[in-house]
């Protein structure tokens, strides 16, 4: 039963979305009269991208930005007063700087290990090169949600004198020590959750680094070890100059996705203990608080560090445009 | 995500035998510190999802008394309980609903996107260049920004908790990448081609159907890997459109709650979270070849 409505919503969905192309070109084709089908023609084609686009991002940007203007509930304007909130509130001042770790640390750990395996990767028989990158990229394919339980698993506490069923305590005990709740510990917590981060998207960063690494042209690399140049001097100075625009694209990609980022601290830790971060606390003040106002500046503020990121993005489309 | 994803490259799927371009000498001198390094790094990034699936399939008592690692002294006692549980307590009613909102979310994008993009590439009208512009930039704006306004639209509208919500706003937020690859990706097709179907006396949306369709498939499969990957992934939405009732609630939220409520029964954590992701692992080493090939020719979502 349970499956035939699933089944039934999927082909509803699908249908609908091809019924939908097919009225519009039918009436464009058979009800307006000739010289205006021409206009018309294109807006059958993207008139429903633009205006699913248009209805669930561009308005929603400018309807958020009017909001966090507004009280909590969105009825009438209280100036600055979100913004002022969110600037005296310890808290927040606490959950951007934990944005901030987050966004000098992820990027640049997995771009690391991405590239290191990468070039180790490289030097192996295609066989084996070809089982280590995938075992590095599969969590790729795993949600936040399902890593955050595996890592729940290795960072799992139990009193001394329990059996400790997480690794990490397991290993740390048998050194002779106390076992530790690490996720409780303010001084380090926000890292273990960005290892979370990490393990996901080293994966990622390896796979467009390493296909960069293969265009590099031998014979540059020839030439440097013609010259004497060793194997680290050719890396530092030969390849990794060459994949720089790699480097910069793998990081900033990443550096986005960790501004989003939500769901790991919401299952480890619900942003207890010094964890919180912007994306995690917008859920709290528009869920939890009902605080519509507040969530929006929260909004807001993931906007505004985006634009640069916008800006350069177009500047380089133009670029491509201009060299086609 | 970034618009473009560096210089592309022609040798970009792994499987390509090609091992021996860009690489130092082979393994020689250095090359047992080569291989002492990466089995550490793959054994540390392999070791949680051995410890997630192994202790899925012990005993609770065994699960709760001792490491999933001492299972190598008892190598027979298996069991499939922690299955059966978590799948009587929920999770089997929601992998099918994770099913009926990845499906049409996938699938939407991909022909809304095809269409917008085909327009884009080969139509000529006014504003092409700044609506495609806009595109572009929206690339990267962070889809919490339509929460707060599309709950309240929702909810006036009546339509929160329903599939059709969370298929529109998937393919809402999907959509900006979906028309910037395919774009670029139906642009390169040869002109020729386009013409010789208008000179046979094909309309655009002929040709888009049987001519652009058919060619564009490699773009269309490996976006359709993302999408896919990425909406049964997803909290957030699901979180926010959907909601936890037992009838629309999806395999992401189902596990959320479950680490919720049963935070130290590791026994149905391990296996709730494995069955989260038995799909994305199947799509994952069937099609991990597209996969590669998507990630290289365009980067990913944003």
């Given at each position: 039963m349970k499956l035939l409505t699933a089944l039934f919503a999927i082909v509803v969905g699908v249908g609908g979305t091809v019924a939908l192309f097919y009225g519009l070109n039918y009436l464009?084709?058979?009800t307006l009269p000739q010289r205006m089908r021409d206009t018309a023609r294109p807006w059958v084609f993207i008139g429903p991208a633009i205006l699913i686009v248009g209805l669930y991002l561009l308005f929603p940007a400018l309807d958020t930005i009017r909001r966090s203007f507004m009280d909590a509930r969105s009825t009438s304007f209280v100036g600055s007063k979100n913004y002022e909130y969110l600037v005296t509130d310890p808290g927040t001042r606490e959950t951007i700087w934990n944005n901030v770790l987050w966004i000098l640390v992820v990027p640049a750990v997995s771009v690391a290990v991405g590239l290191a395996v990468a070039v180790l990767a490289d030097k192996l028989r295609p066989k084996w090169?070809?089982?280590?990158?995938?075992?590095?990229?599969?969590?790729?394919?795993?949600?936040?949600?399902?890593?955050?339980?595996?890592?729940?698993?290795?960072?799992?506490?139990?009193?001394?004198?329990?059996?400790?069923?997480?690794?990490?305590?397991?290993i740390w005990t048998q050194l002779g020590n106390e076992p530790v709740a690490w996720l409780d510990q303010q001084q380090y917590n926000d890292f273990l959750l960005m290892v979370i981060m990490i393990w996901l998207q080293a994966g990622f960063a390896m796979v467009l680094l390493s296909a960069a690494i293969k265009n590099v042209p031998d014979d540059t690399i020839e030439a440097a070890r013609i010259d004497g140049a060793t194997e680290v001097q050719i890396f530092w100075r030969v390849v990794v100059p060459q994949i720089r625009s790699t480097i910069v694209v793998v990081g900033t990609t990443i550096l986005i996705l960790v501004l989003k980022v939500f769901d790991i601290v919401l299952v480890?830790?619900?942003?207890?203990?010094?964890?919180?971060v912007v994306?995690?606390?917008f859920i709290t003040e528009m869920i939890n608080n009902r605080q519509l106002g507040r969530a929006?500046?929260?909004?807001?503020?993931?906007?505004?560090?985006?634009?640069?990121?916008?800006?350069s993005n177009i500047r380089r489309f133009r670029e491509q445009e201009s060299a086609r | 995500m970034s618009a473009n994803a560096a210089p592309a490259p022609d040798t970009e799927e792994w499987s390509d035998t090609d091992a021996t371009s860009g690489g130092g000498p082979r393994p020689g001198a250095g090359g047992w510190i080569v291989r002492i390094a990466l089995a550490v790094i793959v054994l540390v990034w392999t070791i949680p999802t051995i410890g997630l699936l192994v202790s899925s399939f012990r005993p609770e008592a065994a699960v709760r008394t001792s490491g999933w690692w001492s299972q190598i002294t008892t190598p027979l006692d298996w069991t499939l309980e922690n299955y059966a549980t978590v799948l009587d307590g929920g999770m089997g009613a929601a992998f099918v609903n994770s099913l009926a909102v990845s499906i049409p979310a996938t699938v939407i994008p991909i022909l809304a996107a095809a269409f917008a993009a085909y327009a884009?590439?080969?139509?000529?009208?006014?504003?092409?260049?700044?609506?495609?512009?806009?595109?572009?930039?929206?690339?990267?704006?962070?889809?919490?920004?339509?929460?707060?306004p599309m709950l309240r639209m929702y909810s006036s509208l009546g339509i929160t908790g329903t599939f059709l919500a969370v298929w529109l706003a998937h393919t809402a937020f999907g959509m900006p990448l979906a028309v910037y690859l395919f774009r670029n990706y139906m642009g390169s097709l040869p002109r020729e081609v386009i013409e010789s179907a208008k000179v046979d006396g094909a309309g655009h949306f002929q040709t888009f159907w049987r001519l652009i369709i058919p060619l564009s498939v490699p773009a269309l499969a490996a976006y359709a890997i993302f999408q896919f990957l990425w909406v049964w992934n997803d909290l957030l939405v699901a979180l926010v459109f959907l909601g936890?009732?037992?009838?629309?609630?999806?395999?992401?939220?189902?596990?959320?709650?479950?680490?919720?409520?049963?935070g130290q029964a590791w026994h149905l954590l391990t296996a709730g979270a494995f069955i989260t992701m038995t799909v994305p692992l199947i799509v994952f080493f069937s099609l991990q070849r597209y996969f590669v090939r998507g990630l290289t020719a365009g980067s990913v979502k944003g």
């Open positions: 464009v084709e058979h090169e070809n089982t280590a990158k995938s075992l590095i990229f599969l969590p790729m394919a795993i949600s936040f949600v399902g890593a955050s339980t595996i890592w729940g698993f290795i960072y799992a506490w139990r009193a001394q004198g329990q059996p400790q069923i997480g690794i990490l305590n397991a480890m830790t619900g942003g207890r203990n010094g964890t919180d994306a995690h606390r929006s500046v929260l909004v807001v503020f993931l906007i505004v560090v985006t634009i640069p990121f916008m800006i | 884009f590439a080969w139509m000529e009208f006014r504003g092409r260049e700044v609506m495609f512009v806009v595109f572009v930039a929206l690339l990267v704006v962070p889809l919490q920004v339509a929460l707060v936890g009732s037992p009838d629309v609630q999806v395999v992401t939220l189902n596990l959320a709650s479950l680490l919720g409520s049963q």
